[in-house]
């Protein structure tokens, strides 16, 4: 969605339907949205993108951090990077994965605000 079809609160309460709908993305950019969050539906694929956000990591150290074997980190990380949450550089033999930009992080730190907005910390059982 792009400023143009940005609506504050305000002002969507009064819109009509036919306004609300010519503002609203295509239905193959919806499709794709759809896509992009089904793949965070899955807790590996968040636990990797969490170990990226820290580091730039290879499939190896990745299966290490996660107790997984290296076979299902890679079919994992092949998921992130067909959405484009992660890309991989090539260091001599070994590809090293990454977060693909800043949008992934965005996103990424946007969800653990909503989460934590949704569940205070003592439901959590954390400490304070």
């Not at 950019?29 to 899955?42: I, K, P, S």
């Not at 990380?77 to 090539?90: D, E, G, I, P, W």
């Amino acid at each position: 969605m792009n400023s143009q079809t940005s609506v504050s609160t305000d002002e969507a309460l009064r819109l009509t339907p036919d306004e609300v709908s010519s503002r609203m993305p295509d239905e193959r950019t919806l499709y794709e949205l759809a896509d992009l969050f089904r793949v965070f539906g899955d807790s590996t694929r968040i636990k990797i993108l969490c170990a990226l956000s820290v580091s730039d990591l290879c499939v190896a150290d990745i299966a290490s951090l996660l107790s997984m074997t290296q076979s299902a980190i890679s079919h994992q990380l092949r998921v992130l990077k067909q959405v484009r949450l992660v890309r991989v550089a090539r260091k001599g033999r070994s590809s090293v994965y990454s977060l693909d930009d800043d949008h992934v992080r965005t996103i990424f730190d946007q969800g653990f605000r909503h989460v934590r907005h949704i569940a205070p910390s003592s439901e959590r059982g954390e400490e304070k």
